[in-house]
């Protein structure tokens, strides 16, 4: 059920394509496209649980480039 939930919040990272800034509400994530020189321009806390952080990122060729790469890993290893 978390699982579906994550996925749910990249979907709807994914659906919105044209924005300036990207959410990341997953830190595994976030911290891959952190390590690809990915620029973070705010860290805010996740409004429906005060524990857990969103990182923003700035929506560039950089992001879209290392979020796409990333999501392919991803796939990858579900289908091994």
């Known amino acids: ?3 579906k939930r994550k996925e749910l919040k990249i979907m709807e990272i994914i659906k919105n394509t ?3 800034a990207k959410l990341i509400f997953n830190m595994g994530i976030g911290r891959a496209l952190l390590k690809a020189g990915c620029q973070v321009i705010d860290v805010k806390p996740d409004k429906t649980n005060k524990d857990k952080t ?3 990122f700035k929506n560039d060729e950089c992001f879209k480039q290392e979020f796409e790469r990333i999501n392919k890993e991803i796939a990858e290893k579900k289908t091994v």
């Open 1 to 3: 059920k978390q699982q």
């Open 54 to 56: 969103v990182l923003v």
């Open 18 to 20: 044209n924005a300036e």
